[in-house]
């Protein structure tokens, strides 16, 4: 097991010193594919790839709270993609799959959770509509704002070597 982190570790290494766009802008950050085809996943991977470069500490300082997200295709249908964000621990941390015992729950679709993200849209006003549902402590809900990370614009996701949503 050892000897495979080792062989990849110094593949990554050779793949950066030659400037290789494999090692992509990220250095060496393995940023996950989108399996979805969601815009959403693109923007969770976005996240989990900022906290992986230790730039999630500020976020962690602001937040101090771990998230459980559900991303529908429509308003009221069932989850098709399910993530957590630790802004609790460390330098933060996302992660794919469901959470137990975050500190707030959020259920939106999709596209309410690319246009929050992309500041588009204010979540006190998509609770307010419904188009937003939180569970959990209220006011860590109101710490997870868009500014935690930085937007999702092309320029950010190609720095990541994601595709744009």
Same mark, same amino acid.
């Given at each position: 097991?050892?000897?495979?982190?080792?062989?990849?570790?110094? &593949?990554?290494?050779?793949?950066?010193?030659?400037?290789?766009?494999? &090692?992509?802008?990220?250095?060496?950050?393995?940023v996950p594919? !989108?399996?979805?085809?969601?815009? $959403?996943?693109?923007?969770? !991977?976005?996240?989990?790839?900022?906290?992986?470069?230790?730039?999630?500490?500020?976020?962690?300082?602001?937040?101090?709270?771990?998230?459980?997200? *559900?991303?529908?295709?429509?308003?009221?249908?069932?989850?098709?993609?399910?993530?957590?964000?630790?802004?609790? !621990?460390?330098?933060? $941390?996302?992660?794919?799959?469901?959470?137990?015992?975050?500190?707030?729950?959020?259920?939106?679709? *999709?596209?309410?959770?690319?246009k929050l993200?992309?500041?588009?849209? !204010?979540?006190?006003?998509?609770?307010?509509?419904?188009?937003?549902?939180?569970?959990? #402590?209220?006011?860590?809900?109101?710490?997870?704002?868009? *500014?935690?990370?930085?937007?999702?614009?092309?320029? #950010?996701?190609?720095?990541?070597?994601? $595709?744009?949503?």
């Open positions: 097991m050892m000897e495979v982190i080792m062989t990849n570790l110094e &593949a990554a290494q050779e793949a950066e010193a030659a400037g290789s766009p494999a &090692a992509g802008a990220a250095g060496s950050v393995n594919k !989108n399996e979805s085809g969601l815009a $959403s996943e693109t923007i969770f !991977n976005m996240m989990g790839a900022y906290c992986a470069m230790g730039e999630g500490a500020s976020a962690v300082k602001t937040a101090n709270a771990t998230f459980g997200f *559900d991303v529908t295709l429509k308003k009221g249908g069932k989850p098709v993609l399910q993530y957590s964000i630790d802004l609790k !621990n460390g330098g933060g $941390s996302v992660t794919k799959g469901a959470v137990k015992g975050a500190d707030a729950y959020f259920t939106m679709t *999709d596209a309410d959770f690319v993200c992309q500041g588009k849209a !204010n979540g006190q006003t998509m609770f307010m509509q419904g188009k937003m549902k939180i569970k959990g #402590n209220m006011a860590a809900a109101t710490r997870f704002t868009p *500014d935690l990370f930085p937007p999702p614009t092309e320029e #950010n996701l190609a720095k990541l070597g994601l $595709s744009k949503l």
